[in-house]
């Protein structure tokens, strides 16, 4: 009743220091306020020195869920997520003692900040139990607060950290698959075009024209006409299984006569040259759906003739058209034939199938000539209507397409 007491504060650094104030006489066997106080502070800056080893534990825990997540985001998608389920599916924990969850580690902060509160909180209403509020020193009051407001600080931030690194991944993750689908995209619409090929060629003469149904609207036209022609000699590449016959791989008309150069296979008849509407049966056999090399020459004197079947002479013979000049200033038609100059096509006459390197001379072609084109051993263009791309125009749905015609004549044997 007639003594005083006198608290004083502990450093932070004091937890080993004894306790300046001077011994009091217990009291029924039980610890004096002051030894009391100062095993209360003694015990709440042991939980704090706990609390800040938790903090660090944390630490640890966050950078090693930072560390994983960027080996995820070095990894191919597919691949890690592969090998992440294999090793969920047999038990394995790929993220140590963490949850893998970023979600989970976060609720876990918010837990572990709650309980660190709590704890404080209890530490506290056992000092106003034990002594009176007065007692305690204001400035452990604050001194406690301060250390509550920090760590409460700390695990804001490094929750914010860790959902601003779990946006950031997401982001570069989709700009990733983004830019790869964009790629991708790219490549497939580059292999579509060189699939297509309808723009751009080997080689201007390496192409073909395909017709592949029988109607009158589907045609190629040559832009060059011919002159006036005392002998020439026509060839190009025929691929056809149409039936009842190939139809009309070609026809010149000119005003005045629609028949002026026409081969024709009609129905059930045999191929027939046609100059001047006069005509000549040929033996030649091309509707097996293979690539034939076709040539005939012809002669105004005496009106002769040769068929030429892949190189080999099948035919010849005279008095078609004799003295009879090939008129110039006519149309030129693949796979139609004209009743008029440039129209009238029947659809019971076109050709069915695909050709290629239509070439005409103005002379007749040595055999020796005609074998080594069929053979693929020279390359001679015609000197009056030579195959190039730009010469040829298609209509009605006929296409152009590359093609190196021996190659494929190749597969066909």
Known sequence: PGSRFVCTSLPLDAA????????????????????????????????????????GSQREAIRELTGKLSRCEGADGKSAAGAWKNEVGKGK??????????????DQLSRTMQTLKD????????????????????????????????????????????????????NETSAHRQKT?????????????????NSAFKSPDEFKVSLPLRTNYLYGKIKKTLPELYAFTVCLWLRSSASPGIGTPFSYAVPGQANEIV????????????????????????SDGKWHHICITWTTRDGMWEAFQDGEKLGTGENLAP???????????????????????????????????????????????????????????????????????????????????????????
């Not at 009879?324 to 440039?342: A, M, N, S």
């Open 119 to 170: 704890r404080l909180e209890s530490l506290e209403h056992q000092l106003r139990a034990n002594v009176s509020y007065a007692a305690l020193p204001s400035d452990l009051r604050e001194m406690l607060q301060r250390r509550l407001g920090d760590l409460e600080r700390q695990l804001l931030s490094k929750v914010a950290e860790l959902e601003d690194e779990k946006s950031l991944l997401h």
């Open 93 to 106: 924990d790929t993220m140590g003692d963490l949850p893998r969850d970023p979600a989970q580690v976060i």
């Open 181 to 197: 689908e964009t790629a991708l995209n790219a490549l497939l619409e580059r292999v579509s075009e060189l699939e297509k090929g």
């Open 323 to 413: 003295w009879h000049p090939i008129k110039p200033g006519g149309v030129l038609i693949l796979g139609q034939e004209q009743d008029t100059v440039g129209g009238r096509f029947d659809a019971t006459q076109a050709f069915v199938g695909e050709m290629s390197q239509f070439n005409i001379w103005d002379r007749v072609l040595k055999a020796e000539d005609i074998m080594n084109i069929a053979n693929c051993s020279i390359n001679m263009p015609g000197n009056i209507i030579p195959w190039v791309d730009n010469n040829v125009d298609v209509f009605g749905g006929a296409t152009k397409w590359p093609v190196e015609t021996c190659e494929e004549r190749l597969l066909d044997l």
């Open 16 to 55: 080993g220091a004894g306790c300046p104030l001077p011994p009091v006489p217990m009291q029924g066997g039980a610890l004096p306020p002051e030894e009391e106080l100062k095993a209360t502070v003694l015990q709440l800056r042991e939980t704090v020195l706990q609390q800040k080893e938790t903090i």
């Open 263 to 286: 081969l024709i296979e009609w129905g059930n008849n045999p191929i027939e040259l046609l100059i001047n509407d006069k005509v000549a049966q040929l033996p030649l056999f091309i």
